[in-house]
């Protein structure tokens, strides 16, 4: 398949097949959708226009939390005016951080290299969570727990500018809703200027800054993700980004069927394990893409 548009040979089993990883990996491990979106476009499939590279990234990071919030908000994961605010925040951050990104990130000659720091973060935050963290298996205690009850339990308690509290689980937690706003708009910036979702710094906010239940918080961050994507999305697209539809078609098949096998998947294979290996991909990528001209030049060889 000829794409015009980015003026190369692209196979499109190999463009199904990495978007079906893209999105069984983010169905399951709920990280790294962007990453490795942006992964395929760089390395697997040749596109050097930078600007493409995150508008297309963003679509796919659209289409994957377009299929999971409803999920979310059926099972009463999502807390509404959390997200509403990490997003009333986001369009702000979302609009100025794809701006510059697009006049100062034109190329891969400068993308390429803070694409790779990020990934590096993010690995780094795996290893961590698999290695140091006990928290994953609090969350499966947690629902097995709730499995047995009709929904989550959660609803809003009070509504005010100065604090907002909700019930979960009999508990009562509150937050300033100032807070969620300027943390919406940072990660909205960083997220837009690199092509990649956010959930990455959303998550950690959430939980150690607000100190929100763990097992909310994914379905709470991706209706906000889902609002800074629409925003960047169209910004980029504003600014004239070019997107290859049918490369794009292409991929959102596969992101939709790897979403579906997904949960298969990490119940075969334990998302412990699942977790490591896409640590270490990512360490490697991350390596790659930032060290990656300087290994050239000192020892010859390109990593990536």
Known sequence: MYSEVFNLEINPLVAFGWSMFVGLVFSTVGAAGGILGGVGHISVFGITQANSIKLMNQILILTSTLISVPTYMKQKRVIVILSLLLGLGSVGGAFIGSTLSYKLLPDLKSY????????????????????????????????????????????????????????????????????????????????????VGGGFLLVPFMVSVMGVPMFLVPGTSALSI???????????????????????????VGVVVGSFIGPFLSSFLGEKKLRLMLGILLFYIGVGYTFGELVKEVLGFRII
């Open 226 to 252: 889902l609002i800074t994507m629409i925003v960047s999305g169209a910004n980029y697209l504003k600014l004239g980004a070019q997107v290859d539809f049918t490369l794009l078609g292409i991929e959102v």
């Open 112 to 195: 390429k290299p803070l694409f790779g720091i990020f990934t590096l973060l993010v690995a780094f935050k795996i290893f961590h969570d698999v290695f140091f963290s006990g928290k994953r298996a609090k969350i499966r205690s947690l629902e097995e727990s709730l499995k047995h009850k009709r929904s989550s339990d959660l609803r809003t308690k009070r509504l005010s500018f100065k604090r907002i509290e909700f019930e979960f689980l009999g508990k009562i937690y509150s937050f300033n809703p100032l807070a969620p706003v300027l943390a919406g708009f940072v990660v909205a910036v960083i997220s837009s200027a690199l092509g």
